[in-house]
């Protein structure tokens, strides 16, 4: 007879997106240091390995209970011979020496700076260092040339540090509710990315707007913009086309609907009274519960001005593909792409957050839910509080 451990990691699945992932999970120990060899693979454009060490990190996250022992391991999936020795090391010595120097190296801490620049990638952010440049101070200092969205990434980098509370997402979610039904009554809109998979914090606010009647939602992002401008709630905005059309491997056909999905990368203006009211109050509640100490408002630093700045991504889909758009912008990123991955290693699809193409029936599968996608993929459907792979 198998001991109870290993039966779970028997039937631990290969896919994430066919696994159930909470958001709080068993193995934080083992999964941060393995995203750090990630993210420093990722510092290093090494897209493969970041993979690697991600889907690691991710099958660890699914187990009900901590690992132990290299015996809990047995008969896991995506666990590589690198994944495995740092996974050793962590449980017989407490940590790994190969994660502990990456996280003190200069590289590792410059890049993790600069890349935390809103519009600042790995490449720029990889040039700069090879520059001798490790901070926004550094840029400043120097002088560095900057487009407009890093400008507003470096003029607001403090603000942008601090993780958005689910209480400032759901101020923003009005704000946003107010302008969009103030220049399109009957749209919808929905809470995206992180808030809609159950993080009590995100690095921004993600939503999705449609509206039911095709067609109504063509200009919209445009309105909305200049609705929030004119009420001063937009410190930076940038619209754009969705660049996923070119980037599509899918049948060209596709494309017909494809240019009318536009999205917005901006930066909101929030008023912390507003938002300190709600998450203060969130805040003590929590404490009771969990004996923390508190982290109250005193303690951060107001401005004068009494506003902080607030990452928002914006998002206009036409009604038809709104299953798609949903389940494309819920994440995790990590999830996204295995799903990708299942449709077309796995059932000759091709997935994207506007369509599913079967190139065997050679035609798109339509889906008014994504339960529905799910189905057209044979995947048991999974929750979004369920998606944190
Ligand atoms: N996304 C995307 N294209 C981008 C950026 C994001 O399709 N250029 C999708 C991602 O696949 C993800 C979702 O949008 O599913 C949210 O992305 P993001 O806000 O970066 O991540 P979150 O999961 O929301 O994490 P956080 O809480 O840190 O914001
Ligand atoms: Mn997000
Ligand atoms: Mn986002």
Redesign the pocket.
Known sequence: PKPNGDSTAMLMKSYACQRRTPLKHHNSFLTEALEILAQNADYNDNEGRSVAFRRAASVLKALPRRVRCMQDLRWLPCLGDHSQRVIKEILEDGSSREVESTRQSEQYQAMKALTGIFGVGVRTADRWFREGLRSPDDLIRTGQQLNREQQAGVQYYDDLQKPVTKAEADVISDMVEKAVHAVLPGAEIQL????R?G?EV???V?FLITHPEEGKEEGLMPKITNWLKEQGLLLYQKTTRNSYLEKMDGPARASSNMDRFERCFSIFKLQKSAASCKSSSAASAEDVSTGRESEGPAEHHPEASGWRAVRV?LVVSPYSQFAFATL??????LF?RELRRWAGQEKHMSLS?HALYDSKQNLYLRAKTEEEIFAHLGLEFIPPSERNA
């Open positions: 995206m990315g992180g808030f998979r993080k995100g690095h921004d993600d991504d494309g912008w819920t994440g995790s990123k996204e957050s």
